[in-house]
């Protein structure tokens, strides 16, 4: 049976890193730019493309979620990581991952469910995330579960080895 419980940042480290990340797609989203209006635009790739998140970025000094949760059965098979930005009442989803293996079981459904009621105990008005244009299989998956295209970000990866990519950001009202 599925459980969802609080992470352990020292004792749940070691299993959240084993979390496969990776996803395979053969559509990828175009940045398409006017002056007034930027549309993503699917573009069938030749040869599906393979991309894993470093999952070690979860305990990167850097990464500042400050609640976070796991999925359990029979093992740790999800992640969810988020803060929340009091000056404008957000709380931003920083990391969400259900192992490849699991995918399409409700778990990604079940995190998100958790971090939505956090974000209501905490007074947000909405939960805030970024993915990038190659992630189509989880933009489709937060599009079913209510969550909307509110940015896009050109640049935001310059300069990194996916500079090929586009940041794009989806919110939920709470």
């Not at 749940?12 to 993503?40: K, M």
Request: glycine share 8%.
């Amino acid at each position: 049976m599925l459980e969802i419980r609080a992470v352990d940042r020292t004792d749940d480290h070691a299993a959240v890193g084993s979390i496969d990340t990776a996803f395979e797609t053969s559509t990828i989203y175009a940045l398409v730019a006017a002056a007034t209006r930027l549309d993503l635009v699917p573009q069938t790739l030749v040869t599906p493309r393979t991309k894993r998140y470093p999952i070690a970025e979860v305990f990167a000094p850097w990464s500042s979620w400050e609640r976070g949760w796991i999925a359990e059965d029979g093992g740790v098979c999800g992640f969810a990581g988020v803060e929340y930005e009091a000056w404008h009442r957000r709380l931003v989803l920083w990391h969400l991952y259900v192992d490849r293996a699991r995918r399409r079981e409700g778990i990604g459904r079940a995190l998100l469910q958790r971090v939505e009621d956090h974000g209501r105990t905490c007074g947000a008005t909405r939960v805030w995330l970024e993915t990038s244009t190659v992630n189509v299989p989880g933009i489709a998956a937060y599009a079913r579960l209510g969550y909307t295209l509110c940015g896009v970000d050109a640049h935001y990866y310059e300069g990194t080895p996916v500079a090929d990519e586009a940041a794009v950001y989806l919110s939920k009202p709470l």
